[in-house]
């Protein structure tokens, strides 16, 4: 079963921050919290990862709560281009024991309007 | 270069063919993934190889048979597949080392079972 809880759907104003949350409240100590998103119809984009801090990159930041049982992954400026479903994914295990299994959630459908 | 990818994008097959789903990359992975997709769900892992092994089967019925022949390559047979297996089916990569590496996505391909 999935390990995180997202909203089904968020909308946002073009040009405004996205704030997308997701509660992942069994996280382990050694597990990571990634985001991809998925624009219809493709395949999946990485966008981000962290373990406890936060973390940013040219695409988002990533807010993690010092209990880590949640995070905010943030777009700072929408653009229309950023409609997709956004998964927040728990990292189970490595490639070593486990093959890195990426343990999809159900999502949140962002749609960002002009 | 830094893509997935995968052919057919569009498959149409019977009952009774068999078929094979072909997955390529040039990054140096050494983690090759098969997800499964339904239409409005999240991805769902159906096998994890890694350094050309099979490490993970998540339980997949044997009409799906996946292989890897190289390091770059990743195929996944098809044969007596039933309607409820029309999907998208998605092909990832990753590094093996290290636990926070990201997987990168294909396109996929999008598979209707008559």
């Known amino acids: 079963d999935a390990k995180t809880t997202q909203p089904p759907s968020m909308d946002c104003a073009e040009g405004r921050a996205a704030n997308l949350p997701c509660n992942h409240s069994t996280i382990s100590g050694n597990e990571y919290v990634y985001w991809y998103r998925q624009i219809h119809s493709q395949g999946p984009q990485y966008i981000i990862h962290?373990?406890?801090n936060n973390e940013t990159n040219e695409m988002a930041s990533l807010i993690i709560t010092e209990d880590r049982k949640s995070s905010t992954l943030i777009l700072p400026h929408a653009t229309l281009r950023d409609t997709a479903v956004y998964y927040c994914i728990v990292r189970v295990g490595s490639v070593y024991n486990q093959g890195g299994k990426l343990i999809f959630g159900q999502g949140t459908e962002l749609s960002v309007k002009p | 270069d830094t893509e997935v990818t995968q052919t057919p994008k569009h498959l149409v097959m019977g009952m009774t063919n068999k078929k094979s789903l072909k997955c390529e990359q040039h990054?140096?992975?050494?983690?090759m993934y098969w997800y499964k997709q339904k239409a409005k769900k999240p991805p769902e892992l159906m096998f994890v190889?890694?350094?050309?092994?099979?490490?993970i089967n998540e339980s997949v019925p044997s009409r799906f048979s996946p292989e890897c022949p190289n390091s770059s390559l990743l195929n996944l047979h098809l044969h007596a597949l039933q309607p409820e297996d029309s999907a998208l089916y998605l092909c990832a990569s990753s590094q093996v080392s290290g636990v926070s590496n990201e997987q990168f996505f294909g396109p996929g391909t999008r598979l209707t079972v008559l």
């Open positions: 962290g373990l406890k």
């Open positions: 990054m140096g992975h050494r983690a």
């Open positions: 190889y890694s350094y050309e092994k099979l490490s």
